[in-house]
């Protein structure tokens, strides 16, 4: 059995050796894959320190988050891969992590996206995964798992949930293989993961973490992302609009006319900061839409194919 876990490095030259170190000493043997998506800093030159340790795929400019892990996927597949491990670089494990999801992966017959249980680099609980993970009534198994913590019940092997962690994603190689990985239109990054999420449990996947499997995200001081509001929001039209239970053109309307309405209503509102948020949305949204209808077509077709086999 091969596991390849697969990091993506921009700009991460303060936590290459942490991240590194702790992958390479795991409990079972895996395959480390290292994409350098053209970073500024100095982690090219850190990583050639680990050479013949890693496997080296350095980009001459920066991909993306979405097809950065594209490529380090593409090349664990072709060389025999059974699992992957998407890790961020600002992350470390404990030396049981990857064995833990493995077998949680192997003892189960469902169809499983797992994550390790998402701690900061203080060793406190990720508090923006236990809050994603009971924001509806599908989180019920999060507060199952804490529940059996308070009460000291042994810990079930996974716990299912609407929300996981792409930061620490372990698949098989068969998730992919049936529903494909991450769609490049997301650049430079966000909601490309929810977007893999919704095509795998379309696809009968299930999304779960492993309590007893832990890592590591530095999370403490990040209040917001460095991309302004404008771009999450386009990430996640984006994101609704190629989602199969959604319709595309219905979608993809409501959305542009919404964002149109903030636009035109938030001057009367005396909120003209908000409103020039919501201009380059509908910008982004006109110069996308036939990108996004010929890759909603591809999936459409592929999923039409596997769900109903003509």
């Not at 290292?34 to 990583?47: I, P, Q, R, T």
């Not at 991450?182 to 996947?205: I, K, Q, S, V």
Request: proline share 4%; hydrophobic share 40%.
């Amino acid at each position: 059995m091969k596991i390849f876990v697969i990091i993506l490095s921009f700009n991460s030259g303060k936590y290459i050796k942490k991240c590194l170190d702790s992958v390479l000493t795991s409990s079972i043997a895996v395959e480390v894959v290292v994409v350098e998506n053209a970073s500024k800093d100095d982690s090219a030159m850190l990583l050639k320190e680990y050479e013949g340790k890693i496997h080296f795929l350095p980009q001459k400019h920066n991909l993306g988050f979405a097809a950065g892990n594209n490529v380090g996927i593409s090349y664990a597949m072709e060389h025999g891969a059974d699992y992957l491990f998407l890790l961020n670089m600002d992350t470390y494990i404990e030396k049981d992590t990857i064995e833990k999801l493995r077998d949680a992966a192997e003892n189960s017959q469902e169809k499983l996206l797992l994550c390790p249980l998402p701690k900061t680099f203080a060793g406190k609980l990720d508090l923006g995964f236990a809050k994603n993970s009971c924001s509806n009534l599908a989180g019920h198994e999060f507060r199952n798992f804490v529940t059996d913590l308070y009460d000291k019940n042994i810990l079930k092997k996974f716990y299912k949930t609407d929300f996981i962690c792409a930061s620490a994603l372990f698949m098989p190689v068969a998730a992919i293989k049936e529903c494909g990985s991450f769609c490049p239109l997301f650049y430079p990054a966000y909601y490309e993961d929810n977007e893999l999420f919704n095509r795998m449990t379309y696809n009968g996947w299930s999304l779960a973490f492993v309590p007893e499997s832990i890592y590591y995200h530095d999370v403490e001081d990040r209040k917001k992302t460095s991309l302004p509001d404008s771009h999450l929001i386009s990430m996640r039209i984006f994101c609704d609009c190629l989602n199969l239970r959604n319709n595309f053109t219905k979608t993809f309307i409501c959305n542009l006319v919404s964002e149109i309405a903030k636009f035109m209503t938030n001057p009367f509102l005396l909120r003209f900061k908000n409103s020039i948020t919501h201009f380059p949305p509908i910008i982004m949204l006109l110069k996308s839409y036939f990108p996004l209808k010929r890759y909603r077509k591809t999936l459409e077709q592929k999923y039409r194919t596997i769900l109903h086999g003509n």
